[in-house]
């Protein structure tokens, strides 16, 4: 099967926006052994749009636009299908029951631009959308699968994984198995080092490394004649991947991240965790808050900015920060000690350092210490994290979560 | 003059790299007034970067290729380019030197693959590399131009700029002004039907509506003579869509964001903030934490996700929550006016409320209640927000920063 992906979008043509949907798209369709040879970006213009899709049909077996099924007018990408289709928009009941709840509840009055959002080609297949307006579409015609997705990709996202994907994987007859293994805490060119040998000796399973701040991911893949014989061929290679990756290794998953798992441990495990955030000013606590059930063992926490709140908040000696400086080993100790102490939490992470672009207290920026208080007592790590502010904070939140993970261990 | 880009690399059609270049390129093609209608992304394979050549000399005049000039089997580009164009390729004689000079400092040897990336197509003009080795090629034939530049962004990016733009200047004679607005707090839908009449009687300047999770833009864009006569025309159409669009707008710029606009207004105003966040659990500060300098008034605050913690930390009354429930008007208040007490200082925002996907308390997943407590006393606002559990929190932590830009006004 040979696939097209159409991005449809003037904003990308004037470069406002970057397609990210089209490469997470591109890799679902790769796990399935989808071959794409063309990716095209076009405007919201009818006229261009049409000879796009007169384009894939003569040489696409499956056509993907996203974007263009919003409420204005300028969204044009479902009326335009329609018309290459030679169907009507008609009106999927479910897609335009959630508009009218939706406008009920924000009590926003429907426009007939919001109704176009429940629309799709007649005698094609809806495709819901679970976080969005726009429903989507599945149409044939000659052979050729055309699908219409929205644009956002908190929608369009969750639309492939949950609706597009596993339509296809009935058409398709290629079986794959891959896992995505994510690491954090060694270089890129680290891990490719490491890995080299197992990556020149393999061809089925295949192994790729892929960086995706501030983590790495290697996604080892196998073909075979059934799902479970391309697990199987998986499984060793991957458990391979992991011993040489050692202690940087932290969960499976597509979309892992370092929170979602560490997140879940501290729940299943009924441990309870607090922290008192400097550099970071809260972003460890967000990122915690992102756990769904996270309030079971996260009663709340601290941003100490300010030195003076060091002290007001969770009791850090002045004469700690006096004499050691607010970053420092026994600054970053008593931080986590102290909102330990406060809150009455199994843990307690404390994070001081410099998230720059300045200097401070003649330190440079991405010089971070954290403090891990628990019940085998308190650890501290240095770090030096490269950079701009936000990725120094971003790397210093990481290590917060890699710390922790790695105290559950024991 | 109507451009065409195309991206080549097996590497994106799998989604492996995410392309950065085309959007870099076009922002730089739209400042000059250059329309571009078409973008694909195409694989290291001949026939096709051919059929795509072809495709684009009948309809562009300026076709820019990016990716597949380095020293590997699989980067075809210049050959492929050379042989549409009926050229040989011959070899640039300033590239070369630095090839070897590189070489002879990293002490490789130069193998023949290195010297093809001093090559361009015979006839044409050399685009120097500044930060790569992979020389870049301008040529023309029957009026068309055709360009070739570096795929790793830092070649990429420099060449555009520094080379390839300054080139194009002296093609074209359009000149294009155009800004920004920034606002929050409206639907996209609504906004639209809002502007619709504007829109609709305007041609120079023209109106776009952009849907930047979770602000809404709109860009208006004039084309004239010169820069000074574009930006006569763009000010009085923005000045009216901002006067359609009312108390949602919060600022001008293509990246703005309301934590850096309201930030930068506390700390020019000498204003000081903390907070007390519940549902989002620190999102709210460590946004501010994003804005340089937001030290001098931020001094710290917390995270109050117990209700026990906001009792403890900020002293809101045990009684209120029993009495009116931790989703409610009242904790909100008293949240913001005991984090305001505890840190003094002369904003405090408290954010409490459902966050989900589970209902809290018999409220439904998306209502909050965000407290303001300031100098003129303390306001209350309910919000019933859209979207996943980190929607929901996202648009709960811009409607704090809304009000508080609201409140700065008076």
């Known amino acids: 099967m040979q696939a097209e992906i159409i991005a449809v979008g003037t904003e990308m043509l004037l470069g406002e926006i970057t397609d990210t949907n089209s490469p997470y798209l591109a890799r679902q369709l790769a796990q399935l052994g989808i071959d794409i040879y063309y990716q095209e970006t076009v405007g919201d213009n009818p006229q261009r749009i049409t000879a796009l899709l007169q384009q894939a049909s003569q040489r696409s077996d499956l056509v993907i636009l996203s974007g263009g099924l919003g409420p204005t007018a300028d969204d044009v990408t479902k009326r335009t299908v329609a018309e290459f289709l030679h169907q009507p928009l008609v009106t999927n009941a479910q897609a335009k029951e959630k508009l009218t709840a939706t406008a009920a509840r924000l009590q926003h009055a ?65 079986v794959l198995a891959s896992t995505m293994l994510r690491f954090y805490g060694l270089t890129e060119s680290v891990i490719a080092t490491k890995l080299a040998p197992l990556i020149d000796a393999q061809t089925n399973p295949t192994i790729a490394i892929y960086y995706q701040f501030p983590d790495i991911a290697v996604r080892v893949t196998a073909q075979a004649a059934d799902h479970a014989a391309a697990e199987q061929l998986v499984a060793p290679v991957a458990a391979q991947v992991k011993d040489l990756l050692g202690d940087a290794y932290y969960g499976t998953g597509e979309h892992g ?43 709340g926490g601290f941003v100490t900015y300010a030195p003076a709140q060091k002290t007001a908040m969770i009791g850090v000696p002045a004469a700690t920060i006096k004499q050691y400086g607010v970053v420092s080993r026994e600054t970053a100790a ?7 102490a406060k809150v009455g939490t199994d843990y307690a ?28 007592g308190t650890t501290v790590q240095e770090f030096h994290l490269l950079g701009s502010r936000n990725e120094v904070r971003a790397r210093a939140v990481a290590w917060g979560f890699k710390m922790l993970q790695n105290a559950l261990k024991n």
Do not use: C
């Open 110 to 174: 429907l426009t007939p631009n919001n109704l176009v959002q429940a629309q799709l080609p007649a005698g094609g297949e809806p495709l819901p959308n679970r976080t969005g307006l726009a429903v989507g579409s599945w149409n044939v015609m000659q052979g050729t699968i055309y699908v219409t997705l929205p644009g956002p990709p908190q929608e369009f996202k969750p639309m492939v994984s949950e609706q597009l994907i596993p339509r296809l994987a009935q058409h398709t007859h290629k």
């Open 349 to 376: 992470l404390g994070f001081t350092g410099v998230a720059g672009p300045d200097t401070l207290e003649g330190q440079p920026a991405g010089t971070v210490f954290i403090g891990l208080a628990g019940p085998q």
């Open 257 to 299: 991240s370092l929170a979602q798992v560490v997140g879940q441990q501290l729940i299943a495990r009924h441990l309870t965790i607090t922290a008192a955030e400097s550099l970071t000013a809260g972003e460890f606590q967000a990122s915690l808050g992102t756990v769904s059930g996270i309030s079971a063992v996260f009663p």
């Open 334 to 340: 008593a931080m986590a000690e102290g909102a330990r």
